[in-house]
């Protein structure tokens, strides 16, 4: 029990964090908008510890079911801290563009970001990373799919009809996912693994191995995302205060928000690349991609739908504009089964994009 709590140094940090931030809540809102800022900071950086924790033990899990099913439960664990994030904000009234800015932003960092740096480390130490090219078109074509019905068609639907659209929208999502989980898990999960000679394997000696206890990693990843809520209710508070009035971009809560839950996905991504095994990072990076939209769309549509509030889910047409080039270049680059450095530095580059756009506000 002791070598199990000294392991959780981090997550019992951010505990007591939030033990301690509910009853210093009042004061921090009331001395000043520097404290405000400074303590919204360092609770994100207690929610990032956590969350590394939770995924930490969402990739025990992931080892001991192996591929496909081990890539979901990253992405699922990753999600379910967003979701729960922007549950909270979009409960403290919260600007209206924070879903659909969240959204955008996990994307352009799962596929630009972690995709783009991990094809460019790879390939630059692999040369050229195999993977099985099924996978990434599936991925593609759901991710377009997604977006363009929650994100662009609502551009067109008239404010008097939303309720109806935003129905819709959750129905789809879920008939997307619940094809997505059978094509995962079921008889086509093929797509979405690849098999590695067993010379590029590196296998850990068994006295090496973490051991797994599964109902712990459950119990422990559950108190993880618990914790990470309570943090995030007064985080949201103090963060807004912080940045009311400094010119700060919307945007950069958004972001903030997405690069919380994708931290842990970052290092097994490159940590994977860097083992040449490409399959795992475009399982990471896409797969996070398509699960932050078909899960994150139909929760919070259900919120506008239970408050009576809309939110403001049509992108802008700078965000359009992105995504399309993201996914078009991503299904050039992803539609040969192997990726190299030059790939990953088109993703990356339009990842810098992406960073200098939010910067200017736009």
């Known amino acids: 029990m002791f070598t199990h709590l000294k392991q959780e140094a981090f997550l019992l940090l ?33 929610i990032v510890a956590a969350s590394m924790r939770v995924a930490h033990h969402a990739e ?24 729960v994030i922007l549950a909270i904000m979009m409960s403290n009234e919260a600007s209206s563009t ?15 970001g972690i995709l783009g740096l991990a094809a460019l480390m790879g390939g630059l130490k692999h040369g050229e990373q195999s993977y099985n090219d099924d996978s990434a078109r599936s991925y593609s074509v759901m991710i377009l799919t997604a977006m363009g019905v929650s994100m662009v068609v609502p551009e067109f639907i008239p404010a008097a009809n939303w309720k109806i659209y935003s129905g819709f929208t959750i129905g789809a999502m879920v008939v997307l996912y619940a094809l997505f989980l059978r094509m ?27 051991p797994v206890n599964v109902a712990l990693s459950i119990g422990t990843l559950v108190f993880g995302v618990v914790v990470i809520g309570a943090l995030a209710e007064v985080m949201s508070k103090t963060l807004d ?29 490159l940590r994977a690349a860097l083992a040449n095994r490409m399959q795992s990072v475009v399982n990471i990076a896409m797969g996070a991609s398509l699960s932050t939209v078909i899960l994150t769309v139909p929760v919070m549509e259900a919120m506008a739908l239970y408050t009576g509030q809309p939110f403001q889910m049509a992108m802008t ?11 078009i270049v991503s299904a050039i680059n ?26 200017l506000g736009l």
């Open 14 to 46: 951010a505990m007591f964090a939030a033990v301690v931030a509910y009853p210093l809540e009042h004061w921090m809102l009331h001395s000043g908008q520097p404290v405000a800022l400074a303590a919204g900071l360092v609770l994100i950086a207690f």
């Open 60 to 83: 025990l899990l992931a080892e001991k079911v192996g591929d496909p099913y081990g890539t979901m439960i990253l992405t699922l664990a990753a999600v379910l801290v967003e979701v």
């Open 98 to 112: 924070l879903v659909r800015d969240t959204i955008y932003s996990a994307v352009m960092l799962d596929i630009n």
């Open 184 to 210: 995962q898990v079921g008889p086509h999960s093929y797509f979405f693994s690849y098999s590695y000679p067993e010379k590029r394997r590196r296998k850990v000696p068994e006295e090496e191995a973490e």
């Open 241 to 269: 205060l912080g940045l009311e009035g400094t010119g700060a971009p919307p945007v950069i809560t958004a972001i903030l928000v997405a690069a919380i839950s994708a931290a842990p996905e970052i290092l097994t991504a």
């Open 317 to 327: 047409p700078v965000q359009t504009v992105m995504i399309f080039l993201t996914l």
């Open 334 to 359: 992803l539609n040969d089964g192997e990726t190299n450095a030059i790939e990953g530095m088109t993703h990356f580059v339009l990842f810098a994009t992406f960073i200098m756009l939010s910067l």
